[in-house]
């Protein structure tokens, strides 16, 4: 929309919490107990410098790499997150705005979007799984993916499933009953062009789960399918190779910080890891993701491909990223602060940002492509890197 152009992830986060209620804003900050995560997932690429050249620069820049066999034209995707009632159309918009702007969709399983709709809307969509209810449960959310047509398969183990917030959790409804407007009412009248939003689009925010429905039932809801995966028995070594190979092809394991993790991984199979710690959502007192990188890919990178998910809030984020050792990094709060601000054209205007900044340090680092980014191009303090897990 005109008008609504905005020049960093700052901004946009800054619009989105002046836009949406404020229980929502909360939800997507999120994080668990002291936050110390998801404050370093952040902090720690400002202590990464770089080590830029002054001549012989090179005019011309190729951004485009591809991750698990799919071309995209950055090397940053979307990262699958739960139900995204910051705005009407949902992971639909976003699955535009990425194919738009050349690049992947993650669409996670708690997502309020069918994922027929969604491919619809972007053919390179991943489809993300939890480890929830038994084999025969996942059989039915794979085979419903391949048909819808996803082109690979993200497994996301990680999560210990901490609740408690110092600075303290939204309240969230499990349905938006008759009740349950009146009791947020006050919050909606606050934000006016939101409730708008909403209002054109004919319905209310979903807070059901259509990817986690079985055959021929209705979708439950958020909490009730939650409720399911802390219910359900924990998945082995043996559980990711299996479901590796149910799937049959690019397979994603996402939440790897350990070398030793990273090597198993590898002998189960799969095509890609994602060095993540669940965006600060998981174990507080995690290191931020970056910091575990380059161990984790001097160990593994020359045998599977490596993501960077957390903490990425512009494109000098993602060179850094690059130069320790990841083929592409996976975004989260940065879109979904573009979408709560301006829908999908907010979305664009994020992986916009993330270009211009990526362009500029590859300019300025004096190369003519995201693949001769290294660490001889950064400035790394002495104890920056944290080596989880067993010795290389």
């Known amino acids: 929309m005109a008008g609504e152009w905005f020049e960093t992830v700052a901004e946009a986060q800054r619009r989105a919490k002046k836009r949406i209620p404020k229980s929502v804003y909360a939800a997507l900050v999120a994080g668990s107990e ?3 995560t998801v404050e370093d997932n952040v902090a720690a690429f400002a202590e990464l410098g770089f080590a830029p050249r002054v001549a012989g620069l090179q005019s011309k820049r190729d951004l485009a790499t591809t991750v698990m066999g799919q071309p995209v034209s950055i090397p940053a995707i979307i990262s699958p997150t739960g139900a995204q009632g910051v705005h009407p159309e949902g992971e639909v918009a976003v699955a535009r ?6 690049t992947v969709m993650s669409l996670s399983s708690f997502a309020s979007k069918p994922v027929e709709e969604v491919v619809a809307a972007n053919p390179q969509t991943l489809f993300q799984v939890y480890w929830v209810g038994g084999r025969s449960q996942l059989r039915q959310r794979l085979e419903r993916a391949r048909a819808a047509g996803a082109v690979g398969l993200i497994a996301t183990l990680d999560w210990s499933f901490a609740h408690g917030r110092d600075w303290g959790s939204p309240a969230i409804p499990e349905r938006m009953s008759f ?5 947020l009412a006050p919050e909606g009248i606050t934000r006016p062009r939101w409730l708008l939003q909403y209002a054109r689009a004919g319905a209310l925010p979903d807070l059901t789960v259509p990817n986690m429905a079985a055959p021929g039932q209705p979708p439950p809801t958020f909490f009730g399918a939650y409720g399911e995966w802390m219910q359900t028995p924990l998945p082995s070594w043996d559980d990711v190779a299996w479901l590796r190979r149910e799937w049959g092809g690019p397979f994603m394991l996402k939440g790897v910080m350990r070398v ?6 590898v002998d189960a199979g799969v095509t890609a890891i994602s060095v993540s710690n669940h965006g600060g959502n998981n174990l507080d007192g995690t290191p931020a993701s970056i910091r575990a990188l380059p161990a984790i890919a001097e160990a593994v990178g020359d045998q599977i491909e490596i993501l960077l998910d957390g903490g990425i809030r512009r494109g000098g984020d993602v060179a850094k990223a690059l130069a320790l050792g990841a083929r592409a990094v996976m975004i989260g709060r940065a879109y979904l602060w573009g979408l709560a601000a301006n829908g999908q054209a907010g979305v664009e205007n994020v992986f916009d940002i993330l270009r211009a900044g990526l362009d500029a340090a590859v300019l300025g680092l004096g190369h003519s492509s995201v693949h001769d980014l290294g660490q001889a191009d950064l400035v790394i303090p002495d104890g920056f890197t944290r080596h989880l897990g067993e010795s290389t």
């Open 260 to 265: 030793d993790d990273a090597k198993r991984a």
């Open 34 to 36: 002291r936050g110390l």
């Open 97 to 102: 705005a990425a194919a738009a702007r050349g």
């Open 179 to 183: 009740r349950t407007m009146v009791k």
